[in-house]
């Protein structure tokens, strides 16, 4: 059986969501993963000002929604309303520059935000809570510099990220300390990466360089994902359109064969475009699936025209269109997924955005965009009996 993929906005059933990671959730198992662990969040960042901490998420026993204070007690979200009315201080207090602070994390999926300098502003409106939504100039927590990691810890261990799928903004990396001793760690940017990225962004011409927001004073904030460019107007919405339009033409004519699970060489499906469509085939030459010309939007959201149930079908086929279309492999080769990373972002129309990221990562991994976990390349650690986790506040150097 392949993963099973949960996104954590699903999970919240958020009032306003946003296209977020992918976060693996494993069925309960007999490991003797403790209610909480401990997670120690140091702040290497530089900055003087004070930062806040959030843990927010589902409660993976009860289904309910809320957060945990400081000692991984869960605190159930009061009902909301229309218009949305402020949540409870959820807010725990974080390190100042140079030091640490632990705090127990209970068996939830959901989100770890940090702010420097201000609280956020959370919501609650009748469908659950209402997140910051980056994207919105006129969003109350627009001009906060802030970020958030994920993690689902169940019975079956801990599964933790970083995540730029929807922006790029204060860095902080992850790690998980199995009980059997040694680090698991990802998200670390390199030396200076955080202002590399930046002047990547602004030397890309095209209309990338609209991703970066500032605040008043000149600041940078945070570079918006591709997706949420495209959704804001900053990004051209024909921005893929050429490189769409030579993969329609290439599979007019040529058979795209998608092999979604690595331990499933024998599950194929074929791709011909016809008209408007690419329609997919098994080995019996039954068509199973089908896909309309896909435009920047769902390409970068992964989402609308290439939806992705989580089926062992359509979902799994989209998921690797997705990452072809995001990697632009899709003209390279025509057998999918490509894992090669040498191959990734090299033809001129591709997600600038997610290309600069992985440039920017020590190790070459991130999520910058939804179905960055195609091949593995997603900034992911997880363990199935972790002694304890840590979140790291980087420089913005």
């Given at each position: 059986?392949p993963?099973?993929?949960?996104?954590?906005?699903?999970?919240?059933?958020?009032?306003?969501?946003?296209?977020?990671s992918?976060?693996?959730?494993?069925?309960?198992?007999?490991?003797?993963?403790?209610?909480?662990?401990?997670?120690?969040?140091?702040?290497?960042?530089?900055?003087?000002?004070?930062?806040?901490?959030?843990?927010?998420?589902?409660?993976?026993?009860?289904?309910?929604?809320?957060?945990?204070?400081?000692?991984?007690?869960?605190?159930?979200?009061?009902?909301?309303?229309?218009?949305?009315?402020?949540?409870?201080d959820?807010?725990?207090?974080?390190?100042a520059?140079?030091?640490?602070?632990?705090?127990?994390?209970?068996?939830?999926?959901?989100?770890?935000y940090?702010?420097?300098?201000?609280?956020?502003?959370?919501?609650?409106?009748?469908?659950?809570?209402?997140?910051?939504a980056?994207?919105?100039?006129?969003?109350?927590?627009?001009?906060?510099?802030?970020?958030?990691?994920?993690?689902?810890?169940?019975?079956?261990?801990?599964?933790?990220?970083?995540?730029?799928?929807?922006m790029?903004?204060?860095p902080?990396?992850?790690?998980?300390?199995?009980?059997?001793?040694?680090?698991?760690?990802?998200?670390?940017?390199?030396?200076?990466?955080?202002?590399?990225?930046?002047?990547?962004?602004?030397?890309?011409?095209?209309?990338?360089?609209?991703?970066?927001?500032?605040?008043?004073?000149?600041?940078?904030?945070?570079?918006?994902?591709?997706?949420?460019?495209?959704?804001?107007?900053?990004?051209?919405?024909?921005?893929?359109?050429?490189?769409?339009?030579?993969?329609?033409?290439?599979?007019?004519?040529?058979?795209?064969?998608?092999?979604?699970?690595?331990?499933?060489?024998?599950?194929?499906?074929?791709?011909?475009?016809?008209?408007?469509?690419?329609?997919?085939?098994?080995?019996?030459?039954?068509?199973?699936?089908?896909?309309?010309?896909?435009?920047?939007?769902?390409i970068?959201?992964?989402?609308?025209?290439?939806?992705?149930?989580?089926?062992?079908?359509?979902?799994?086929?989209?998921?690797?269109l997705?990452?072809?279309?995001?990697?632009?492999?899709?003209?390279t080769?025509?057998?999918?997924?490509?894992?090669?990373?040498?191959?990734?972002?090299q033809?001129?129309?591709?997600?600038?955005?997610?290309?600069?990221?992985?440039?920017?990562?020590a190790?070459?991994?991130?999520?910058?965009f939804?179905?960055?976990?195609?091949?593995?390349?997603?900034?992911?650690?997880?363990?199935?009996?972790?002694?304890?986790?840590?979140?790291?506040?980087?420089?913005?150097?």
């Amino acid at each position: 059986m392949p993963r099973r993929r949960i996104r954590t906005g699903a999970v919240m059933l958020a009032a306003l969501a946003s296209a977020l990671s992918g976060l693996i959730f494993v069925p309960a198992a007999d490991a003797a993963v403790p209610a909480t662990i401990p997670l120690t969040v140091t702040n290497n960042s530089g900055r003087s000002d004070p930062v806040y901490l959030y843990d927010l998420g589902t409660l993976l026993s009860t289904g309910q929604q809320g957060w945990a204070d400081s000692g991984g007690n869960f605190h159930a979200w009061p009902g909301g309303s229309v218009p949305p009315v402020p949540a409870p201080d959820a807010s725990i207090p974080g390190p100042a520059n140079g030091q640490s602070v632990t705090i127990r994390i209970p068996k939830f999926s959901g989100r770890l935000y940090f702010s420097y300098g201000q609280k956020l502003d959370f919501f609650l409106a009748t469908g659950g809570l209402v997140q910051p939504a980056v994207q919105n100039p006129s969003d109350p927590n627009h001009n906060i510099l802030f970020n958030w990691s994920e993690y689902t810890l169940n019975d079956s261990g801990l599964w933790l990220n970083s995540t730029q799928v929807d922006m790029f903004s204060a860095p902080d990396s992850v790690a998980i300390t199995p009980s059997g001793g040694g680090v698991k760690s990802t998200g670390a940017l390199k030396p200076n990466g955080f202002s590399n990225f930046m002047n990547a962004l602004r030397g890309q011409p095209g209309g990338w360089a609209n991703l970066i927001q500032t605040d008043g004073s000149g600041n940078v904030l945070r570079a918006l994902s591709a997706g949420h460019g495209i959704e804001s107007g900053a990004l051209p919405a024909s921005v893929m359109d050429d490189y769409v339009n030579r993969v329609w033409s290439k599979y007019s004519s040529a058979t795209l064969t998608v092999t979604p699970f690595a331990d499933q060489p024998s599950t194929r499906y074929f791709g011909r475009v016809s008209g408007n469509a690419m329609n997919f085939t098994d080995s019996s030459g039954a068509t199973v699936t089908s896909f309309q010309k896909p435009d920047a939007d769902s390409i970068f959201g992964c989402y609308k025209l290439l939806d992705a149930p989580n089926d062992l079908v359509r979902g799994p086929i989209s998921r690797t269109l997705c990452a072809g279309f995001n990697r632009s492999t899709l003209l390279t080769s025509a057998s999918q997924p490509d894992t090669n990373a040498a191959d990734f972002y090299q033809d001129t129309v591709t997600n600038q955005y997610a290309r600069k990221v992985h440039a920017q990562m020590a190790d070459g991994k991130a999520y910058a965009f939804a179905f960055d976990d195609v091949g593995n390349f997603e900034s992911l650690v997880n363990d199935g009996n972790p002694q304890s986790a840590s979140m790291t506040l980087g420089s913005l150097s």
